[in-house]
């Protein structure tokens, strides 16, 4: 007992104290690039395309960052792919959550 108090438990805190920090970072940058009202017109845009059968998960996201893409025109050279990958995601895991999908 005297092993996990003193030397696994302050680790694995630790741990998930870095992963908190690394979320938290991620939201701020997040929410500082992306412009506000792009979250509307992308919900908009999954919706549209999760009712379309035809089309497998990759590609409806594929189709959908596309589309955000277009929509964000010269800012998205601010943004970068890696983040808005991270943001539609997070929207539509969001809206599944919600059941607005």
Do not use: C, H
């Not at 549209?48 to 990759?58: E, F, M, R, T, V």
């Not at 983040?83 to 895991?93: A, G, K, P, R």
Request: glycine share 6%; charged share 25%; aromatic share 10%.
């Amino acid at each position: 007992m005297k092993f996990f108090k003193e030397w696994l438990l302050p680790l694995i805190s630790g741990f998930y104290r870095y992963i908190l920090r690394i979320m938290k970072a991620t939201a701020r940058e997040i929410a500082t690039k992306i412009p506000a009202g792009i979250a509307v017109e992308a919900s908009g845009i999954i919706k549209y395309l999760a009712q379309n059968k035809d089309l497998s998960g990759s590609e409806k996201m594929k189709e959908a960052k596309r589309q955000v893409v277009d929509l964000l025109g010269s800012t998205f050279d601010n943004i970068g792919n890696s983040l808005l990958d991270t943001f539609l995601q997070n929207l539509y895991q969001g809206m599944k959550i919600r059941m607005e999908i």
